[in-house]
């Protein structure tokens, strides 16, 4: 195999600039402080605590390491299906280290994941491999998300999951409880321990297109 074929990356995606990501940091930490105070979720910690225990601190139970992104494509260093078509396409050769605007319009958690929806726009979307929503009936594109934070023993790969399941969930009608009007946005739980916070208004902030190795 060429040098090249031996360094394709882990993932392509979008990483905010570091004052954006420190916002978006906030943000998450904002929001987590919020539930735990909130009567509402109190009722439902049971979702987030098998065992029974009666307080669960939101901040330590979601953890994440490496630096945040919105994944475009899995590569698994070239062994994922459609890696090496994806890597060498002209799109992706010549968007490589460009910089885009992101769109978050809202947070979502649930016992497994904490994350933040990207709404994509159509030049993203040309970023966007044509499996990413695969088995369901979802908009292409759906799947886009940062994850902010992981349960313990839970892979990142979980947070794209969990937003189509959410999406999957409205797809069909399923309204969800109204929580409440925060400071943040419209708060609504799907039950099962799942909540989206709905923001007052999306964050936007830059992003670069790049892949990571390690
Ligand atoms: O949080 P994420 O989007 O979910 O970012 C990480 C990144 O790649 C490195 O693990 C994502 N990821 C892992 N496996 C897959 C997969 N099979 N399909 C899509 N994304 C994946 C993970």
């Known amino acids: 195999a060429s040098l090249e ?23 998450a930490k904002d929001f987590l402080k919020t539930l735990d105070s909130l009567e509402a979720f ?25 630096p945040l992104h919105c994944t475009t494509k899995f590569c698994d260093y070239g062994n994922a ?41 159509l030049e993203q979307l040309q970023l966007w491999p044509s499996d990413a929503e695969a088995g369901t009936t979802l908009p292409r594109g759906s799947r886009g998300h940062i994850t902010l934070g992981c349960a313990q023993g839970v892979e990142p790969v979980q947070t794209g999951v969990d937003l189509l399941q959410i999406l999957q969930l409205q797809q069909q009608g399923r309204e969800g409880e109204a929580v409440g009007d925060l400071e943040q946005g419209q708060l609504t739980y799907y039950g099962d321990g799942v909540w989206v916070l709905t923001l007052r208004e999306s964050r936007v902030g830059p992003a670069l297109f790049s892949s990571f190795h390690c």
């Open 42 to 66: 109190k009722k439902h910690i049971s979702d987030f605590t098998p065992k029974g225990e009666e307080v669960v601190n939101l901040e330590q139970y979601f953890q994440h390491t490496g």
């Open 81 to 121: 299906p459609g890696a090496k078509e994806y890597i060498e396409s002209q799109i992706v050769q010549q968007r490589y280290g460009s910089v885009t605007e992101l769109e978050l319009p809202a947070l979502f958690l649930t016992p497994r994941t904490l994350g933040v929806r990207v709404a994509l726009t």
């Open 5 to 27: 074929t031996f360094c394709y990356p882990l993932f392509y995606g979008w990483f905010p600039h570091h004052t954006f990501r420190d916002q978006l940091e906030g943000l």
